[in-house]
């Protein structure tokens, strides 16, 4: 498991400085502190779940109207929930690829319409400006 993830890290690595020539050198070594940022905001959010999940259960028992402290939870859980699609976005970003906005899946950069659900792809990112270019001129050469 160890080695199959250290592979992966790798071969992310290798594919981010070959295609990512103008990107910031640091870019791809922090992959792996990202990875560590998004296990820990997901168990953060389970938590804040859990502790959700108490409140309306506290509230419930004990007939209290207040859901102020819903309120609360739930902000923080759309705070967290932001923070991971972001995180997930820049790491997908990382190993050229989009996410979905349907269904989070992730599709190749330059994908028009989701493989997994259909939906269209709306994060376009410059770097598909520059490869059909690229092949625009490739044409004109034949
Ligand atoms: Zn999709």
Redesign the pocket.
Known sequence: MGILNDLEEIVVKVKAATTAFGEKAGQYVDISKLKFKLIELKSDLKSEFENLGKITYENSKNDVEDSSNITVCVAQIDNLKLQIEELERQMAAMKNKVI?H????QNEIGAVY?T????KISDVIETTEASSAEDDFLDFEE
């Open positions: 979905c349907a269904c989070r899946s989701c997994k659900c259909g939906e």
